[in-house]
């Protein structure tokens, strides 16, 4: 079951726009991590933000995480047709099992 | 490149057959992790193998089992294969036991059963 809930799960901008993600949880996690598919691809891990940090940066990358609202955003500044892929957070859980539990993803596509 | 391989690519069988998915982990890792990704269920974890070990299972069916040989590389058998098991199947490395921290994907094998 999915405990991570991305949104929107598509999103459409023009090249140089910024772009936000949204993902929400549901229970405890000791980390959340982005990750980027592009079509048919492997997984890429772009960042991983602790229970205990509010933001993280990476390159053009803005991470945010809010656990009272079991929430987190992903920006990308700045975007470039080479964004458009598929991306996915995913919760490791704060107990029990650290297994990464991954939602359903937000779909990107940036137009030149 | 993640550094981590599987084979085969691609995989066309027929209902009620038995496949072998091959996957290497990225040098010095030693945990190993199976997914399946299909367009209704989304990415789905299935198991982990730490240092040949199972470690963790996740959403796996009876009919499909793995297993992670001394050398660290590792294999999912599928059986009794049906339509509904047509899917990306991708295996991730990581260095850690726990399966909290960055995963490392590979290309992923695409299962068509016809």
């Known amino acids: 079951s999915q405990q991570g809930e991305e949104d929107p799960q598509a999103l459409s901008i023009q090249e140089g726009e910024n772009a936000t993600m949204n993902c929400s949880y549901k229970t405890s996690i000791n980390n959340l991590q982005w990750y980027r598919q592009n079509s048919g691809r492997g997984l890429v891990h772009l960042i991983l933000i602790r229970s205990n940090e509010r933001e993280k940066h990476s390159g053009r990358l803005r991470v945010t995480l809010d656990t009272s609202k079991k929430s987190s955003s992903l920006l990308i500044t700045a975007s470039r047709a080479a964004d458009t892929a598929s991306y996915f957070c995913?919760?490791?859980?704060?107990?029990?099992?650290?297994?990464?539990?991954f939602g359903k993803g937000t779909k990107l596509s940036v137009i030149p | 490149d993640s550094g981590v391989t599987q084979t085969p690519k691609h995989l066309i069988t027929a209902t009620g057959q038995r496949v072998t998915l091959r996957c290497s982990p990225r040098s010095g890792d030693l945990s190993v992790y199976w997914y399946q990704q299909s367009l209704d269920q989304g990415l789905q974890f299935l198991i982990q193998?730490?240092?040949?070990?199972?470690?963790a299972k996740g959403n796996i069916l009876e009919r499909f089992s793995a297993q992670q040989f001394p050398d660290l590389h590792s294999e999912l058998n599928l059986s009794s294969l049906e339509l509904g098991d047509s899917a990306l199947y991708f295996c991730?490395?990581?260095?850690?036991?726990?399966?909290?921290?960055?995963?490392?994907f590979g290309p992923g094998t695409r299962l068509t059963v016809t």
């Open positions: 991730a490395s990581s260095p850690q036991s726990g399966g909290g921290g960055e995963q490392y």
């Open positions: 995913a919760t490791a859980p704060g107990a029990g099992s650290y297994q990464l539990t």
């Open positions: 193998y730490y240092n040949g070990e199972e470690r």
